[in-house]
């Protein structure tokens, strides 16, 4: 009896502990089960693709797991001992990108309906494996079974490379991570007042002189990327499952184009200098529409964001210019909001004409576009009725306001290096408990494409400084895009073996649960 009893309080103590478990993946998984098993990953297991249409993706899992493992996985027809299976599932009505994951002794069998659920699904295993330590050439990977799907179809994060540049290979690590956690919009601004950072070979100036210079050094050596580097990264991006979004932003934020091509300057204001494009001048648009279509070919998403924030920073002149009140009476235009609104739809016509959506920050949302061809970022956080505008209008949201998701804003109180809004800064709890649902009803959050956290770079100057506002808020990012069950003290439990990665990699962290262990980065 003693021992029965013995026994069986053992038994349910492991039961409890299985009960409880958590896997050590970002993001967490929809459901998650845990048996008393595990498999054994070693040179001796064979990876078996069912689907060749998944090829690439096992390709992928094979160049990732000996980069981080040091196993390799020959890739087999038939069955093996031990295997690693990707197989298509066959369930109707199935969310893009959803997964099931099932690890047993002997197996295990990866399935999903399409490529990005197989890939995602690889992304959890590698986490899962990683987070292990390979000892002879072998990893025990306990025995779980995962059912998982998106909860935003847009997880996205934006970098800014016009005020800092921190070139391709910083941009592929980057990407490698978003791919890690499951993002899958990566937002590139890529021009702004500092420099222009994308070859237009109809107008070579626009990188050659306004590509010198950054947000710290106007004198700084021209910056750029080539075309055939955006192409580059824009395939390392799909191999992914990244798209990659461009920004050129107008009618504002002008200076860098400006200095190249002065003649379609609209001038600009004392603190601001030829900050803004001129909508009174009618090449103009075709210059910017020749521009678009160059960009439009580089970048297969169709999409394309053309900013529309803060143009009254610099558009003092626009009221002497005799083109823009030409305009003005011609179409009835009563103000220079007016005026930049006849702009913009100009604009985002050129881009429909493409057959590309228009995608513009909240300063946009009163315009009247075709809703299924527009999307609207809405940054500012103080200023909820322009959202609700925008979902009144029938636009597709995406979420960004600079509380708590601007990754230039500080994320503890006692960084002095870095933007806050009053006393409010962007710290890890509030990014990763931000609720999208929380700014509109029910019936218009049909109307949110998901999240995105924007890397502006006034006060990141360096790779180091740029990894210390990023890591690990990207994790809360993520998780907060995927997951729709949340547990903050859970997710703290989990950074805590995603950590000795970041080390490995050599990504200079902050670090949450010793604040001060890294000085923060100077900018």
């Known amino acids: 009896m003693i021992f029965n009893k013995y026994f069986l309080l053992a038994v349910l103590t492991v ?168 993002l899958n919009k990566f937002h590139w601004h890529l021009t702004d007042e500092p420099g222009w950072r994308l070859e237009i070979k109809k107008y070579p100036l626009l990188t050659l002189v306004g590509g010198i210079g950054s947000h710290t050094n106007p004198y700084s050596p021209t910056a750029f990327y080539t075309q055939e580097d955006v192409k580059e990264i824009v395939q390392y991006a799909a191999e992914r499952k990244i798209e990659v979004i461009p920004e050129v932003d107008m009618p504002g934020h002008a200076r860098a184009a400006n200095r190249a091509y002065p003649q379609f300057s609209g001038g600009g204001s004392e603190k601001y200098p030829d900050f803004t494009f001129d909508p009174g001048n009618e090449g103009t648009y075709q210059y910017l529409t020749n521009i678009i279509r160059e960009v439009d070919v580089l970048f297969p998403s169709k999409m394309i964001h053309l900013g529309g924030d803060e143009v009254s920073f610099g558009n003092q002149q626009w009221g002497k210019n005799h083109g823009i009140q030409k305009i003005m009476a011609s179409n009835n235009l009563k103000n220079l909001k007016d005026v930049e609104d006849y702009f913009m739809k100009r604009m985002a016509d050129s881009l429909y004409k493409l057959n590309s959506k228009f995608l513009a920050w909240d300063e946009m949302a009163n315009l009247s576009l075709p809703a299924d061809k527009t999307v609207i970022f809405w940054w500012r956080h103080d200023k909820p009725e322009q959202l609700k505008m925008a979902v009144e209008k029938n636009y597709s949201v995406v979420l960004c306001p600079r509380i708590p998701l601007y990754f230039d804003f500080v994320q503890d109180s006692s960084h002095t290096v870095g933007r806050k809004w009053k006393t409010s800064y962007a710290g890890l709890g509030n990014l990763y408990m931000f609720d999208a649902g929380s700014f509109l009803s029910k019936s218009q959050q049909n109307k949110v494409l998901g999240i995105q956290a924007n890397v502006w770079t006034e006060v990141i100057a360096t790779t180091q400084r740029l990894d210390y506002m990023i890591f690990p808020r990207i994790s809360a990012l993520a998780e907060t895009a995927w997951s729709e069950k949340k547990n903050y003290a859970n997710y703290l439990d989990r950074l805590k073996t995603h950590l000795p990665l970041y080390e490995q990699k050599g990504i200079f962290y902050y670090d949450i649960f010793k604040p001060t262990r890294f000085s923060e980065p100077e900018l």
């Open 15 to 182: 039961a409890g502990l299985l009960a409880d478990a958590q896997p050590s993946i970002i993001p967490l998984p929809t459901e998650y089960k845990l048996s008393n098993d595990s498999f054994a990953l070693d040179n001796n297991v064979a990876l078996v693709i069912a689907d060749a249409a998944f090829e690439d993706e096992g390709n992928y899992f094979q160049m990732q797991l000996l980069k981080s493992t040091g196993i390799t996985l020959p890739l087999l027809q038939g069955k093996k001992e031990r295997t690693v299976l990707l197989q298509r599932a066959i369930v109707k009505n199935a969310m893009k990108g959803s997964y099931s994951l099932k690890i047993s002794r002997n197996e295990v069998l990866l399935s999903a309906t399409d490529d990005e659920g197989i890939f995602y699904g690889i992304t959890s295993l590698l986490q899962l494996i990683t987070s292990k330590k390979v000892v002879n050439g072998r990893a025990n990977i306990p025995s779980w079974e995962i059912n998982d799907k998106p909860l935003y179809r847009w997880r996205g994060l934006m970098l800014d490379e016009s005020r800092h540049f921190f070139g391709k290979e910083k941009v592929k690590s980057l990407l490698d991570w978003m791919a890690f956690y499951k």
